[in-house]
């Protein structure tokens, strides 16, 4: 999902509309969010978060994580649906500085902001925010306003538009529903890594606790300059990215 926009256009504004009823595949049991094991529990004293270095990611390295993404969470599948319909958890954008005509290669998804603004338009609590960060989607509550859609800065969610099959145990997925990237919840609570950061070997991604002094991404962020996509909206967003 290739896309040339200018840096202060990239961002687009998602039209949608028209409510619809949300159906989970039959079959298909939601296990809660918060449902974690006791030796990692959701806590508001971590925040999950990922830093993203533009100089050391490829185009090749972001395929390889829209593939990791797509076969970790079983969306892409759709038949019927085309062009936007589709589903799209990581999108490759390629950025351009007019000032300089330098091209950067960025992987954009949910930014799992402090402040979601897909969380306060939700007329159900479908959309949500976890003690430790990770905005989600309750499939059981969404009923396909699409309101979330409309108020996500960054595109970075999804309507399901067809009936699916072959759904992923850990991540159901319905026709009339909205989804987009969990920070693959059901890994990072079993201590594990997002798919999208194992499928890049370099440092190009890096995922971690942001809270944590000692950790990777906190000790990264305090040497290196980093930005957020969007600054200027003060969500704060748990991804962040450097070399922009």
């Given at each position: ?16 509309t ?19 094991a ?24 972001i ?163 980093s930005a ?17």
């Amino acid at each position: 999902m290739d896309k040339n926009l200018n840096r202060r256009e990239f961002i687009k504004t998602t039209a949608a509309t028209t409510a619809g009823v949300a159906t989970i595949a039959s079959g298909i049991t939601l296990t809660t969010y918060a449902n974690v094991a006791s030796e990692n529990p959701v806590t508001n004293e971590k925040r999950w978060g990922m830093l993203i270095d533009t100089n050391k990611l490829t185009e090749t390295d972001i395929d390889d994580m829209i593939d990791a993404c797509q076969e970790e969470q079983g969306w892409g599948s759709e038949i019927l649906s085309t062009g936007d319909q589709k589903s799209g958890w990581i999108k490759k954008i390629k950025v351009k500085d007019t000032a300089t005509d330098r091209i950067s290669n960025l992987a954009l998804m949910c930014q799992h902001c402090e402040e979601p603004p897909c969380v306060d338009v939700c007329p159900t609590n479908a959309s949500m925010k976890r003690e430790d960060g990770i905005v989600l989607v309750d499939k059981h509550l969404c009923i396909g306003c699409r309101y979330c859609m409309m108020a996500c800065p960054y595109d970075a969610r999804s309507f399901v538009h067809e009936e699916l099959t072959d759904q992923r145990e850990h991540m159901p997925r319905g026709k009339g529903t909205v989804e987009s990237c969990t920070m693959c919840v059901h890994k990072v609570d079993k201590g594990e890594q997002p798919a999208c950061v194992e499928a890049v070997d370099s440092d190009a991604v890096i995922f971690g606790d942001l809270y944590d002094s000692n950790s990777k991404i906190n000790q990264t962020l305090k040497k290196i300059q980093s930005a957020q996509i969007r600054a200027d909206l003060n969500l704060n967003t748990a991804v962040r990215y450097s070399g922009i």
